[in-house]
């Protein structure tokens, strides 16, 4: 079954029972996802980004991660996203990426989140960027509580001290510095 398949790559990918072996991790990975187990199609899409088993291919990755992210894995939307973004695998459109991270940031991620509200951003959407800013601090991402002390410096010196007060309790490192020299 795919889900067998899945456990034995995983095995082989980290070493367990088994000594590491990324070939057969791969033969494994290949055999769940024409089980059509989307994780696999994620694992694989991961592979060929980062060249695991000796063969780079974006156009591969993107194409497992496609398949992944249609399967409803979060991470694989967001690899999307940050290809849509920068033009990295596929053209740069960030109406795409934008749809992909908000695909993934449904499901609850705070990293996925900070990375949709950082498109609205750049497309010049403030009220949805410190929107998702917000979800992704109360999720407890240290990066948005960051960047929204940074956003009401400008406008409110208390909202301001709160999210880089918040920012600094979760070890965010930029944080304590804009605190010492602010306040």
Same mark, same amino acid.
């Given at each position: 079954s795919g889900a067998a398949a899945i456990n034995l790559a995983d095995m082989y990918l980290k070493g367990e029972y088994f000594d590491k072996d990324y070939e057969q991790a791969q033969k494994w990975y290949y055999v769940a996802d024409e089980d059509g187990k989307p994780r696999a199609s994620y694992m694989l899409g991961l592979s060929y980004m980062n060249g695991l088993y000796n063969n780079s291919s974006i156009r591969k990755a993107m194409r497992y991660f496609e398949k992944a992210s249609n399967g409803g894995i979060a991470m694989a939307s967001r690899q999307l996203g940050i290809a849509y973004a920068s033009g990295v695998g596929k053209e740069k459109d960030l109406e795409k990426a934008q749809l992909y991270f908000k695909k993934a940031a449904v499901q =609850? *991620? &705070?990293l #996925?989140?900070?990375d949709? !509200?950082?498109?609205? $951003?750049e497309l010049g959407n403030t009220t949805?960027? #410190? *929107?998702?800013? @917000? @979800? !992704? &601090? &109360?999720? =407890?991402? !240290?990066? /948005? *509580?960051?960047?929204?002390? @940074?956003?009401? /410096? $400008?406008?409110d010196v208390n909202l301001s001290k709160k999210y880089f007060n918040l920012a600094v309790k979760q070890k965010h490192h930029l944080a304590r510095v804009q605190v010492d020299e602010t306040y």
């Open positions: =609850g *991620n &705070a #996925i989140m900070r949709l !509200a950082l498109t609205y $951003k949805e960027y #410190i *929107n998702w800013l @917000k @979800k !992704a &601090a &109360a999720d =407890g991402d !240290a990066d /948005s *509580n960051y960047y929204l002390g @940074k956003y009401y /410096s $400008k406008t």
